[in-house]
């Protein structure tokens, strides 16, 4: 259907060599973008993360840059600009680290880097972004979020301090940039069991998972669809919003 084609427009997905990201890019780019692929540690899985994309039909881009350094950004912008074209879908999803303490045993750093990842990343790509958006009239920006912040999870301060700003910066953004035809939209996944979960223990996972009204645990191609949803013209009068897709468990 023409009104979830993305043909034509092009998309960048941060932090999207693995998790949540590959699955996000990999289902943009069937929905017909091409796709930048941002990685800042790991170039041999950004080269089997472009091989996925290029399955699916469409041009890739792999560009190596810290989204929390403004010079980088700019340039990352740039060289996405020369290879594939100006930015139409932007998702914001590179992460940091996410240790659950308690406020006794936080130190600033650690509040600080949160911010940077969730704060003045997606700040700094909106901002080099948003100029062509704005001068086509036409635009997505994706911000990935957490059910944490809706479920005030403990000892987790500092994430979902920093998450519960970029809730607020969607919100405030999306009143601003609605004139321009550019909607800004978050998506707060649940736990979703991806790489970086491998370790996490598991009378955690089954405790989680008892709570779920679903009674199963999300997949990457979840949180995926929603992103192809909300990038998609099918989408074009719905900003502002914050969709948590976690099979129901903070429905309560």
């Not at 740039?78 to 100006?86: D, Q, V």
């Not at 932007?90 to 600033?108: F, G, H, M, R, S």
Request: glycine content about 10%; aromatic content about 8%.
């Amino acid at each position: 259907m023409a009104d979830f084609s993305l043909t034509g427009r092009v998309a960048l997905v941060t932090g999207s060599t693995k998790g949540l990201g590959l699955s996000m890019a990999v289902s943009l780019a069937r929905a017909g973008a091409r796709v930048a692929i941002n990685y800042f540690n790991d170039s041999d899985a950004a080269s089997r993360a472009a091989a996925l994309v290029e399955k699916e039909g469409q041009k890739v881009h792999v560009v190596r840059a810290d989204v929390t350094e403004p010079d980088q950004v700019g340039d990352m912008i740039s060289r996405i600009e020369n290879a594939l074209g100006p930015v139409d879908i932007l998702v914001p999803n590179a992460t940091c680290d996410q240790p659950q303490k308690t406020i006794e045993e936080y130190d600033w750093a650690e509040y600080q880097t949160m911010i940077d990842f969730f704060i003045k990343s997606p700040f700094l790509l909106t901002q080099a972004c948003v100029s062509h958006m704005k001068k086509q009239r036409w635009g997505r920006i994706i911000n990935i979020g957490t059910e944490c912040f809706v479920r005030g999870t403990p000892q987790f301060t500092a994430y979902v301090a920093a998450k519960g700003g970029q809730a607020g910066f969607t919100r405030s953004l999306a009143s601003e940039l609605a004139p321009f035809g550019i909607t800004v939209n978050i998506i707060s996944p649940g736990w979703i069991p991806v790489e970086r979960h491998e370790k996490d223990p598991q009378e955690m996972k089954d405790e989680y998972l008892s709570g779920i009204p679903m009674q199963r645990w999300g997949v990457p191609l979840d949180i995926a669809g929603a992103v192809v949803f909300l990038a998609g013209d099918a989408a074009s009068f719905l900003t502002g919003q914050n969709l948590t897709i976690n099979g129901g468990i903070s429905v309560a």
